[in-house]
Structure formats: C-alpha cells, structure tokens
T-cell receptor, first 115, second 115 residues
Framework: AQSVTQPDIHITVSEGASLELRCNYS??????LFWYVQSPGQGLQLLLK??????LVQGIKGFEAEFKRSQSSFNLRKPSVHWSDAAEYLC?????????????FGIGTKLQVIP | DAGVIQSPRHEVTEMGQEVTLRCKPI?????LFWYRQTMMRGLELLIY????????DSGMPEDRFSAKMPNASFSTLKIQPSEPRDSAVYFC?????????????FGSGTRLTVV
C-alpha cells in the first residue's frame, strides 16, 4: 500500500528566508505526487502536482517541488517565504494509471512565519 | 464557478443525535470524495462516488456512517447516532477525473463537534 511521510510536524521560518518541506513516499511504481496547502479554517488548495516528465515542477504562489526517485522524495521549496505562506502543507501520493487515483495524504507540516 | 460548497460550516450536536453534512460538487466533475480530518490521523478517505455511484466505502468507519449521492450536484454524509469520537472536520472534494492530471478541488469543510 502507498504511504506518505512528512517528518516535520511544525516548521518556523523567518519572512524572506528560504523554505524546504520534506515529503517521502512509499509506492512500488511511479507515483502521482501532489502538494496541497490548507489555510486555517479553509479547505485544501492544490499547489502543484507531478505525474511524469521534468522532475522539477512549478506551482502556484512561487512554490516548486522536485521529484527524486532514488530518494523517494518530493520536497516542496520556496526561495523567499512571505507571511501569508503560514499554513498547513500536505503532501499526497496517488496510485494507479487512468481512471480513479487513490490518493493518500501525509499528516501535514504546519508552517509558521515570523517577522 | 463557486467551487465545492459544503454546509453547514460548523455543527455542534449532542451524542446520539443524527447529523447530516451536505456537499455540492463543481458542475461537470464526475468524482466526489468525502474525507475526514483529525489531528491524530490526518486526512482519511471515507467514501467516493463516480457518476453518483458509490465505488469504495471501505474507509467508512462503521455502520453509523452512510453517504448518498442522489444526483450529480448533491451528496450527503450522515452519522446516526453520532458519538464524541466523530468530532472532526469533514471535507468534500470533487474531480473531473479520478484525480489524474487535475488533483482534487476541496470544499471549506464542516467542523463537527459532538458533545
């Protein structure tokens, strides 16, 4: 069965600093990978996704993520964090090809941004 | 598009009472998912529908939970009788496919508190 590990439950960064959120997955084949952001009291918004091709994917709000098969990782990065980026970030992995993708979510990483 | 609409946003009920959560997916999306989010277990898939038909309800915790989708624009998740351990945020999400290539669009969630 597929699984997702987000080793950091909580991260604090200063505004303007760079950010990297870790995500490791377990899946036997090429996975479908996603990053979602959840603001307090809100639903989840898709930041970016990877299915195939270029292993560095660009998303919304200046985020990017890099798929590294050898490390089973899909880390999320941003070069300069803004206070509005404070939120919960969830990594997810989907399996299957075509049709329904069963998506499993990580537990999430809560990002705090300090002035 | 108004996005995925869930109601109510908050629900407080007494143990033993029936609770009904509602969801209106995005028009044209043929997949609908119900998730539950808790601090301990993160985001868990309860059930999903394809073209109004329940496909996989293996995540439904027990018989007290039931879900219906009478038409393409409306779904309900019912808990009867409710218990304090059901307290969580319940999300509805929809997708034009099984998630491949699109990811899911989530509603803002219903925060359920059972006292």
């Amino acid at each position: 069965a597929q699984s997702v590990t987000q080793p950091d439950i909580h991260i604090t960064v200063s505004e303007g600093a760079s950010l990297e959120l870790r995500c490791n997955y377990s899946y036997g084949a090429t996975p479908y990978l996603f990053w979602y952001v959840q603001s307090p009291g809100q639903g989840l918004q898709l930041l970016l996704k990877y299915f195939s091709g270029d292993t560095l994917v660009q998303g919304i709000k200046g985020f990017e993520a890099e798929f590294k098969r050898s490390q089973s990782s899909f880390n999320l990065r941003k070069p300069s964090v803004h206070w509005s980026d404070a939120a919960e970030y969830l990594c997810a992995v989907g399996r299957g090809s075509g049709g329904y993708q069963k998506v499993t979510f990580g537990i999430g990483t809560k990002l705090q941004v300090i002035p | 598009d108004a996005g995925v609409i869930q109601s109510p946003r908050h629900e407080v009920t007494e143990m033993g009472q029936e609770v009904t959560l509602r969801c209106k997916p995005i028009s044209g999306h043929d997949y609908l998912f119900w998730y539950r989010q808790t601090m301990m277990r993160g985001l868990e898939l309860l059930i999903y529908f394809n073209n109004n038909v329940p496909i996989d309800d293996s995540g439904m915790p027990e018989d007290r939970f039931s879900a219906k989708m009478p038409n393409a624009s409306f779904s309900t998740l019912k808990i009867q009788p409710s218990e304090p351990r059901d307290s969580a945020v319940y999300f509805c999400a929809s997708s034009p496919t099984g998630g491949e290539g699109y990811g899911y669009t989530f509603g803002s969630g219903t925060r359920l508190t059972v006292v």
